[in-house]
Every structure is written in C-alpha cells, then in structure tokens.
C-alpha cells in the first residue's frame, strides 16, 4: 500500500511539473518533493500518529486488523504507516519521472501528435506517460524488494506483525531457519518482480517489442 501510494502521489505531481516545466508550479512541486525526501520513516511515523492519530482521532496509532474482519478497519490501519513509508517513495519516484517525461516530451513523435492538433493532456497521458515510465517501473520493482523486509522501524512504531520485525526477533533470539528462510523469500520476490518488470517494458513502449522481434 505504502509502495501504491508512492506511485501514484509521484505519477499526478510528475505529470504536472513536466506540463509546467520551468514555472512556479514546477519549482514548487521540485522543493515539496524534497522536503519528503528528507522525512525518513522514523521521522514521519510519530508525526502521522501524533496528528492524525492522537490530536484529530482520525486514525489508530497502532495493531492491526486483517481483511477478513473488514476492509475498511484493514485501510484504517494501514494507511499511516502506508503515508509514513510512501514519502520518501514519492521523492525518488517523482524525480526520475519528471526528468523521463521533460525529455520524451521533446521527441519528434510527441512534436507530430502536437501538431495534428491533438489536446494537450491526452499527448501528454497517451503519448509521454508510458514511454517515460521505464525508470519508475524499475525503481518501484526494486523498491518493493526491499520494503518486504525493510521496513522495520515502521511496524515497531505501528506495532504491525510484518517481516522486518520477525527478523529483528528471530535475529534476538537466533532463530536461524526462519531468518534464512525470510531471506530465501526475499530474494524470490526480488526475482519475480524484476522479471516483471522486464516484460511491462514491452506494453509501456511498442519500440521495445519491435526491438526485440528484430
């Protein structure tokens, strides 16, 4: 959810910095970016509970419910930590859209559709959005590796039942099988989610698969 986040919050201020390249809106969206950047987890967990959790009673400071006891109750749960881990997300991820979308923007087939009058928003979604989405597919690839087990601080402050702290634990009390087979799974997720990757670089741009049958 944290990762889902980071997405799509990056995606819409991208999209709207590229569109406003070199204006205010775009200098703007650049310095909120990294002001998330510097808001580690740590950092952004006790301010999300003490606001939204503790002053405004908005959301539950800490525990978890499944979804099999409600959906709602579930997002309920999972939405700060989800804000705590996505912040930092919507930096890296915003970033490396707007440079990918700034120049694709500059390419001659952007310039041909511009110029038999299409409107700007849909060049700008149909045409830019997806071939300028390979940096940020792998990017979110990697980082969804990493987030399986590295978000440890997150579920200690939330009290979350999640990976990163049954490795702190296991690690404790030197349960070695399940640290190894923690580490096992990781490095699957790693794999399949690279391999998935590397085939939406086939729907993202149809270069590519041209490429390839070549």
């Known amino acids: 959810m944290g990762l889902f986040l980071g997405v799509a919050i990056a995606i819409v201020l991208a999209v709207v910095a590229a569109a406003t390249e070199g204006t205010a809106v775009d200098r703007a ?41 409600g959906l709602g109750a579930n997002l309920q749960h999972a939405f700060l930590p989800a804000v705590a881990i996505a912040l930092v997300e919507v930096a890296t ?54 987030l399986i087990g590295g978000t440890v601080v997150v579920e200690i402050l939330f009290g979350l039942p999640g990976l990163g702290q049954l490795v702190s634990s296991s690690i404790t009390v030197r349960d070695v099988i399940t640290v190894q087979g923690i580490v096992v799974f990781i490095a699957l997720v790693y794999v399949v989610v690279n391999m998935l990757v590397d085939t939406s670089y086939g729907f993202l741009d149809p270069r590519v698969r041209k490429a390839v049958r070549a």
């Open 29 to 69: 969206i650049s310095a909120v970016s990294s002001g998330f950047l510097a808001v580690p987890a740590f950092i952004a967990g006790p301010v999300l509970i003490y606001f939204l959790g503790v002053q405004l009673g908005w959301f539950p400071v800490s525990g978890w419910s499944r979804i099999s006891d």
């Open 93 to 146: 991820f915003q970033r490396l859209l707007r440079t990918d979308l700034v120049s694709t923007l500059r390419e001659d087939f952007v310039s041909a559709a511009r110029a038999k009058g299409m409107p700007r928003t849909y060049v700008l979604f149909r045409h830019a959005l997806r071939p300028s989405s390979f940096s940020l597919i792998t990017m979110a690839g990697i980082s969804l590796g990493r």
